[in-house]
């Protein structure tokens, strides 16, 4: 989509005013990752008076904590799930369309050192072709093993026998979700970041609405509405459980974590997979925004926590199966940053979460209350659609076609953010002489994309945090002082801000090796 002037509804402010005046909505949406705010947009293109609530900030969860990929997913290729692959793949190339300035196409090589190798993923990643259909980014083929190595210089070529090349595609998922956001709200919804849902309404015995509060200011809200859903990813149990404390849990968690590498072992276009580890995963090695990402890890978790950590043992893993196809292994002193997410998968009779499926479920209790569980990044349209299909036939609202699969998605404006340069030559400088992002991007995120702290603007409408923490440890004073200009905050909270940040830092770190 081209970019259009910003809109003064994407102020947070702003929302919280609409909100404020107290009409009815037809949905109201709890959580605002992916699912959620899959959802808003869905619901308020279709002409639905929809409102979202996020107790942190968009993303803060496992949304921004991905591994980077718009895929259909070749392990679920592997395990026969084929219509979970087929769906995966055909809003993969809705993606490609409606978001090309964020989701992009992206080569993605297997390296094969068997003979027996080449027959095998060759067939099955021809398979992953034809199942893409008419939305197949470019047909995959061998690779002789120069070609193998000019397309992935540093890998190792002791007993290479070449490589399968395939095309998936790759993306930035906050700046995906912030397009989203906008997006829903040049359609009509209201969105508010920092607004936490504390219990649901009840009339009649129905879910009607939530009773909400702005955590920045301590102030409750009050929505009424025909239908809510649940839509908080890895944490659907509690508003399950809140709705219906008999009920038992659905999700079982699951951490994927990731290490972030110098461009300098991932050098060319290409990404890499290890499509086999002892795990039964596979790992990929990605080249994003200048830097090198490897992830991921399969470790089942027995609860949900708010910021999850890489564990030492996943760390080694990473470091460990990359470094078995590159030509020089990286090491503990190599990691810029690190992160890890969680997986909201769907428990089943299957206790190794590597075997789960990512497909999604909807359930709908008896007061009406809609949880959407399960699914992954890619699937977010189709599982909204899902979504508010059902809401439509749970509150009896009218008959309303979805537009999703051809609704362009808003893109960040370069064009007015260079103008900010335009006005204030200091904007243009970098954040960081090691970071890819501008003073005036931060800017732009604290005016227009409802940032309003320093981990805000640093870990997810920039990504300086997972790209490298030290420098976004260096640039933080300057975006904590931002943040209070244009909000008058004080000193004090200057401080508190870089004192968690500094805290998030160090979680982003690989612990120091004792002496």
Partial sequence: MNALPP????????????????????????GGGATGMGIALDAASRGYRVALC??????????????????????????????????????RGLLLKNAAEIVY??????????????????????TYDLLAGRLNIASSGYLSPSATQAALPTIKTAGLKGGIRYFDAGFD????????????????????????????????????????????????????????????GPFSDHFRQLDDSSRGARIQ?????????????LPGDSAMIVPKTSDGRVIFAIPWHGATLVGTTDTSLESTPIEPVPMEEEIAFLLSTVGDYLSEAPTRGDIRSMF?????LVSGDEQNTSKLARDHVIEVSESGLISVMGGKWTTYRR???????????????????????????????????????????????????SLPYSTGEALWSIRNEMAVSVEDVLARRTRALLLNAAAARRCAPAVAQMLASEFDFDDAWVASQLAEFNQLVEEHLPAKPDK
């Fill in 7 to 30: 809109n003064p509804n994407y102020s947070r402010q702003s929302q919280i005013d609409l909100l404020a005046k107290g009409q009815a909505f037809d949905i109201v949406v709890i």
């Fill in 54 to 91: 996020e107790r942190y900030d968009f993303g803060k969860g496992t949304s921004s904590r991905s591994t980077k990929l718009v895929h259909g997913g070749v392990r679920y290729l592997q395990q026969g799930n084929v219509s979970l692959v087929r769906e995966a793949l055909h809003e």
């Fill in 105 to 126: 196409p992206l080569p993605t090589i297997v390296p094969v050192y068997s003979t027996w190798e080449v027959p095998y993923y060759w067939t099955g990643l021809k």
């Fill in 173 to 232: 998922d906050t700046r995906l979700l912030v397009a989203l956001m906008q997006t829903a709200i040049d359609e009509g919804a209201t969105c508010v970041n920092y607004m936490t849902v504390e219990r649901l309404r009840r009339l009649e015995g129905r879910a009607s609405g939530v009773v909400a509060r702005d955590t920045l200011t301590d102030i409750e809200y009050e929505l009424s509405a025909q239908v809510v859903i649940n839509a908080t």
């Fill in 253 to 265: 968690p699951s951490q994927g974590a990731h290490i972030v590498l110098d461009r300098r072992f």
């Fill in 340 to 344: 890890a997410g969680v997986r909201p």
């Fill in 383 to 433: 599982m909204a659609e899902d979504a508010v299909d059902r809401a439509i036939e749970v509150a009896g609202l009218p008959t309303l076609a979805c537009r999703t699969e051809t609704l362009e998605l808003r893109t960040q404006d370069k064009q007015a953010i260079g103008e900010l340069s335009h006005d204030d030559p200091s904007l243009a400088e970098p954040l960081d002489p």
